[in-house]
């Protein structure tokens, strides 16, 4: 792994072994795919996905991915979830199981539905 921070996703997912890239891009790629209007960043050195606010963020670490959709996003769906080791605002899936991409998915299209009803609500308060 690279010390020296990402500018960018693709800079990012480069800085790790060739079976971790592919786990990552598969997950860059659903996401993107589930929120297709959503922004790449770089936030808290993580790659990030933004649409009116912070929307998902994951990163790869020694055993697993980490994939952190807000507690919102983890809570609404507490049940598929409780497969996986987690805690309020994070979730890992481990190298040695196939990433639940349906599930991913699931989870990235509520937390847009959730930012944009958050917006929609600034809105009419304006």
Request: net charge positive.
């Amino acid at each position: 792994m690279k010390s020296v921070a990402a500018g960018n996703i693709d800079e990012y997912i480069a800085g790790f072994p060739a079976p971790i890239q592919q786990l990552l891009e598969e997950m860059r790629a659903t996401i993107r795919k589930a929120a297709p209007a959503a922004q790449e960043a770089i936030k808290y050195a993580i790659p990030t996905f933004t649409l009116n606010g912070n929307l998902v963020h994951f990163a790869a670490f020694k055993n697993h991915i980490g994939f952190y959709p807000a507690p919102g996003g983890i809570e609404a769906f507490k049940k598929e979830l409780s497969a996986y080791e987690g805690s309020k605002g994070t979730i890992r899936f481990p190298f040695d199981k196939p990433l639940p991409l349906a599930l991913i998915s699931k989870i990235v299209k509520y937390r847009v539905k959730m930012n944009l009803q958050k917006t929609n609500k600034k809105k009419k308060k304006d």
